[in-house]
């Protein structure tokens, strides 16, 4: 059942006295040292993760994002948030401690990518279009499933984020000089 704030608590592994009105949370904008860091593996599946994550969500969802990953709100651990495409439906999948197993097709899959934590910049990129992923639902049960095309590509991007990458780390200075200013700006 959807609550009035668009979020399905059961697909999301989430019941009860855990459940509370999501908060929606400050998404640091690049070049925050908080996207920088590496994040830690989740080891406790408690009531204040379940908690965090239906605040990303929340979050992630009012931003209209296809990603949110734990950094970009200063949630050190290794949790991404993905608005999972199906056919021609989304909805809003958590991995928690999610590692590529294997790139399952390594055919590139061109998309044009954005960034909540980098607001106004997209840049046409590719990414290998199939991934097999390892991760744990909210409950803490591993699970190991194939993406592919947009959902491999969003998955790729968000598990940089755990890594402590942002996609426009590899631009050019001057590039990167201009992003820092639009930003900037969008912010006041």
């Known amino acids: 059942m959807i609550d009035q704030y668009g979020l399905d608590y059961k697909m999301l592994g ?24 590496k ?20 979050t992630m969802l009012q931003n209209n994002g296809l990603g949110l990953a734990g950094p970009q709100v200063g949630f050190m651990q290794n949790v991404v948030i993905i608005n999972k495409e199906f056919n021609g439906d989304y909805f809003p999948m958590v991995l928690i401690n999610p590692k590529i197993e294997e790139i399952s097709f390594k055919e590139s899959f061109p998309m044009r990518e954005g960034c909540l934590s980098v607001p ?17 639902n909210t409950k803490g049960k591993e699970t190991i499933e194939e993406f592919r095309n947009q959902n491999a590509f969003v998955i790729q991007h968000e598990i940089d984020h755990l890594h402590g990458k942002v996609f426009v780390d590899h631009l050019s200075k001057l590039k990167l000089k201009r992003i820092i200013k639009k930003t900037l700006k969008k912010k006041h």
Do not use: C, Q
């Open 14 to 37: 989430i019941s009860g006295a855990e459940r509370l009105a999501p908060d929606r949370l400050t998404i640091f904008t690049w070049p925050d040292p908080h996207l920088s860091e």
């Open 39 to 58: 994040t830690i593996d989740v080891t406790v599946f408690d009531g204040y993760l379940k908690n965090t994550i239906a605040n990303m969500v929340y």
């Open 120 to 136: 106004g910049y997209f840049e046409d990129r590719e990414r290998p279009s199939g991934v097999i992923v390892s991760y744990y």
